[in-house]
């Protein structure tokens, strides 16, 4: 028997080695990640370490997802972020790290990370974003399973139109908890959305090559997310919001410090862009059937199968005409509701009673005002609680719309910076809310006249009818009023002066037969009088209003909305700028 070679014992023993256990499960463990398409998370960085930092273990933290890597264009940081980062890659090799010595703006970074990636699928991610477990594989499961589909996002707190939902946290420490809960909810949801904001999304490299990288001319940033979104369905590729995904958002932690003069200039400027691009597109003949279009043109030359038209709503195309914005406004019916929902929720949240107080309100001011008014000035009314409580209940929805819906614009002014909406949706909810209010006001009103046995009539009927016109009014003068506020916050204040006189003008607490014959007319030259008659004739005297007061509320309703309206849609190109 011949000794064996070393070379042969070397040999076997590397086998060995190879067929450990431990070699084999990492070898088993490398296959099934390639079963997964691989995927490049683009990220841009530009000073903010402290939110890089929380994004980045956010990503490493919360992502189940196996095959996935992330570049991250730094665009000149000056906090020492690229240091930072350069030693962080040093420990984590998912990630790499390009440092570009100036900001070459939003655009051309993410250009930059996708060309360096290696990814089937691309992932925009802002650095001012916390994500949460699942957020990649949703989007990836539904790209793959959805050929049809060109992008995909999540929904989150700091985005506006529909993929905007309220979070059901108070700070970070609550997020992970809040967002599973909410990811078991909604598991598998998704929805058509004409706009994807690029702080977090995903399509597929095919599609990317397709229509082209982001376009570079628009700088800084501004407007390449609504241009992109509009290449994606000019291409024929639907745009889809995932329920199921969630991805918390700071919002504006780069925009947000540049100085009010430089922001102004930079929205200005890729605005015109924005407008004069797409403008040129429109008016553009499309080429022969087979004929290649032009590189960058690709995706707006073609014409979307009708299946996939989206309805889109574009600021910076805005003419300024009140149809056009009655237009826009319909496309945005789900970020109203939000709206709606999202002030009631804030309104009483932290009550123990909850929406009790809106019918608890009315009633407790009245009482108050039926001792002082009855007993106090000695004038009775039959079932005087009632004629009170009518008036109250209309006058606080008169109030409140109007006042809330006049700072709105400014609350709103977060959104209208970021994403591009219709900026008539702000007042428009404030009234919304009222509504909702109003309508759950009328139940202790009807509450009090089965207490008092006050009759019912079939007069009731119109009782919605006058909601509908005195709303119609309030929106009208919300409209003029927002529109004002946003340029000059004096309004505010003079408008709280002149609602005290305009209260005591309008017959809310005392019958019109105390005044004096000769100051009558003041009181019926008031709009606000024959609003309150068509809503409290079919309550309080179970009869139908007079008709010379409901064709003077239809006039008023109407010519206030025609004049808010005009008013709103000539300055809203300025309110971004100004909020």
């Given at each position: ?208 090559e397709e229509v082209g990288p982001l376009d570079e001319s ?99 195309e805005s003419s300024g005409a009140i149809s056009a914005m ?254």
């Amino acid at each position: 028997r011949h000794p064996t070679p070393p070379e042969e014992i070397e040999r076997r023993r590397e086998l060995a080695r190879r067929s450990s256990w431990d070699e084999r499960a990492a070898r088993m463990e490398e296959e099934l990640v390639r079963l997964f398409p691989p995927v490049t998370v683009g990220i841009v960085t530009f000073n903010n370490r402290e939110l890089t930092e929380l994004c980045l273990e956010s990503v490493r933290r919360a992502t189940v997802y196996p095959n996935y890597e992330i570049v991250v264009v730094d665009n000149g940081s000056s906090d020492r972020t690229p240091e930072w980062l350069e030693e962080l890659a040093g420990r984590w090799p998912r990630l790499r790290v390009i440092a570009n010595e100036t900001n070459r703006g939003f655009a051309a970074a993410c250009n930059q990370a996708f060309e360096a990636g290696s990814g089937q699928i691309l992932c925009f991610l802002n650095n001012d974003t916390v994500v949460t477990r699942g957020w990649l594989t949703s989007m990836v499961r539904h790209l793959v399973e959805h050929p049809e589909t060109g992008m995909v996002g999540p929904v989150s707190n700091g985005v506006a139109n529909a993929a905007r939902v309220e979070p059901g946290y108070r700070d970070l420490a609550g997020l992970d908890e809040w967002a599973a809960s909410w990811r078991r909810e909604h598991r598998g949801d998704s929805f058509p959305i004409p706009m994807l904001a690029l702080y977090c999304a995903a399509l597929r490299r095919e599609v990317w090559e397709e229509v082209g990288p982001l376009d570079e001319s628009f700088g800084t940033g501004m407007f390449e997310d609504d241009d992109y979104s509009k290449r994606l369905r000019k291409a024929g590729y639907e745009l889809r919001c995932l329920r199921e995904a969630y991805v918390h958002h700071w919002q504006q932690a780069s925009f947000g410090k540049l100085p009010g003069e430089e922001y102004a200039r930079l929205f200005e400027e890729n605005r015109r862009k924005y407008r004069e691009k797409w403008r040129q597109k429109a008016g553009a003949a499309e080429p022969a059937a087979g004929e290649a279009a032009a590189a960058e043109g690709v995706a707006a030359a073609k014409e979307p199968p009708a299946p996939r038209e989206l309805p889109v709503y574009d600021s910076a195309e805005s003419s300024g005409a009140i149809s056009a914005m009655i237009a826009d406004l319909l496309q945005y019916t789900d970020l109203l509701r939000l709206l709606v929902g999202t002030n009631l929720k804030t309104r009483y949240k932290r009550s123990l009673l909850g929406v009790a107080w809106t019918l608890l309100n009315p009633l407790a001011t009245m009482v108050v005002m039926t001792i002082a008014f009855s007993a106090l000035f000695r004038f009775s009314l039959p079932d005087y609680p009632v004629y009170v409580l009518a008036g109250l209940t209309f006058w606080t929805f008169f109030q409140q719309s109007t006042t809330q819906a006049m700072s709105s614009l400014v609350w709103g002014s977060g959104l209208l910076k970021k994403v591009h909406i219709p900026a008539a949706v702000f007042p428009l909810s404030a009234v919304g809310t009222g509504v909702v209010n109003m309508a759950l006001s009328f139940v202790p009103i009807l509450l009090i006249m089965v207490v008092l046995h006050h009759p019912f009539t079939w007069a009731l009927l119109f009782v919605p009818v006058a909601m509908v016109l005195i709303s119609i009014f309030a929106l009208g003068i919300s409209l003029i009023l927002s529109s004002l506020a946003i340029f000059f916050s004096d309004v505010v204040e003079m408008y709280g002066v002149f609602l005290r006189i305009w209260f005591y003008l309008t017959p809310v607490m005392y019958p019109e037969k105390i005044v004096p014959e000769r100051f009558l007319w003041m009181i019926k030259i008031n709009p606000l009088y024959h609003f309150m008659l068509c809503w409290r004739a079919p309550i309080y005297n179970g009869t139908l209003p007079p008709m010379h007061s409901v064709a003077v509320c239809v006039l008023w309703a109407a010519g206030m909305l025609l004049a808010g309206a005009w008013v709103f849609s000539r300055q809203e190109h300025q309110f971004a700028l100004r909020a």
